[in-house]
């Protein structure tokens, strides 16, 4: 064969060099996912059991990610407004801490979302479940939960306590016990918990249900005193504190719980590397032991058991909004 002409190895490299060339730049961009930092927005004021469940994976995952992940609070109308803009964004490197709100509630508490938790987002893993806590001001004459029935019910609408807004857990936590002890309270929504909280422990508030994280350094403070928890156990960090069913209302169970989605409409591949990452950072040692010292329970499932949580947790909340008649501001 003469020297000149190509060889069939040539012919083959040639062919490959081609056939690489007539690729979409996307095939690169994507297989690179994520090409800048991830931004992970919380749909709550500073000052939550939500920015500390984020912050806490947000760190992990920046770590294997190769790029960073910052956190971004974005409150407001119950956290619509951040759910929204994340499920309308396109960079691809923009996801959202769904919420036992935002996935299991507002479906149920306003007439029309501007989004839709199933056919907008997908989603990633469940990451935390966190023990609801039931506090009121430490001047408040009451020691447990039957003190602070017995209390409600002598002083009909004249009891308030305080939320992070109208259908967040917060909400449901109070309504639910309002529900099972026939008791008449008036709620006042905030938009966020730290401004509640800081209300709550000036006295213009008279009780509240917040995630644990946000409370164990009050509480042992002594600037709000905690009359139940929400959980089926006693909590070791709080061992001289019964749980709401200890205290007459057997079965009773209020927990809140935090998971990553991204927009369904993301390529499969980075968010099949989204999940990955996620689940092992929140399985890792560092956030289990994070979550643990601010009371919550790391999960890190895979995103079909998340999607299966999800809609258990929206049948469930269904039957309680029914009841309860839990409206948005300005429908109620």
Same mark, same amino acid.
């Given at each position: ?44 004021? /500073? ?13 992990? !995952? ?68 966190? /023990? ?80 644990a994280p946000a ?20 909590? /070791? ?16 169970? !209020? ?55 999800i809609a258990a ?20």
């Amino acid at each position: 064969m003469p020297s000149h002409l190509p060889s069939r190895r040539d012919i083959l490299k040639c062919s490959a060099a081609a056939g690489l060339s007539a690729l979409p730049l996307g095939a690169f961009a994507q297989a690179a996912w994520p090409t800048k930092p991830v931004r992970l927005v919380v749909p709550f004021a /500073p000052g939550g059991s939500s920015e500390i469940v984020a912050r806490a994976v947000a760190a992990e !995952m920046g770590k294997t990610l190769g790029q960073n992940v910052f956190v971004e609070n974005k409150p407001g109308a119950a956290g619509n407004i951040a759910m929204q803009e994340v499920a309308s964004s396109t960079d691809e490197h923009t996801i959202i801490l769904g919420h036992i709100g935002t996935l299991a509630v507002n479906p149920y508490i306003f007439p029309k979302l501007p989004y839709d938790p199933g056919r907008d987002f997908a989603p990633i893993t469940l990451v935390s479940k966190v /023990p609801s806590l039931y506090v009121v001001h430490p001047d408040l004459p009451v020691k447990n939960i039957k003190d602070f029935v017995a209390y409600a019910k002598s002083k009909p609408g004249q009891v308030n306590y305080g939320s992070a807004g109208n259908g967040s857990a917060g909400h449901l936590a109070m309504e639910y016990l309002k529900m099972v002890s026939q008791t008449f309270m008036l709620h006042v929504p905030y938009r966020g918990t730290g401004p509640m909280l800081t209300d709550l422990m000036a006295g213009r508030l008279q009780a509240a249900s917040v995630g644990a994280p946000a409370l164990l350094s009050f509480i042992k403070a002594g600037k709000l005193r905690c009359i139940g928890t929400g959980t089926t156990q006693r909590l /070791p960090q709080l061992p001289e504190v019964p749980t709401v069913a200890e205290q007459g209302f057997p079965g009773f169970e !209020m927990t809140q719980w935090y998971g990553l989605l991204a927009p369904k409409k993301w390529p499969a591949a980075n968010l099949a590397k989204l999940e990955a990452e996620a689940v092992k950072a929140t399985r890792g040692a560092l956030v289990k032991d994070k979550l643990a010292q601010e009371t919550a329970l790391a999960v890190g499932n895979s995103s079909a058991e998340f999607a299966q949580f999800i809609a258990a947790e929206q049948k469930r909340w269904k039957q309680v909004i029914a009841r309860a008649q839990i409206k948005p501001e300005g429908l109620g």
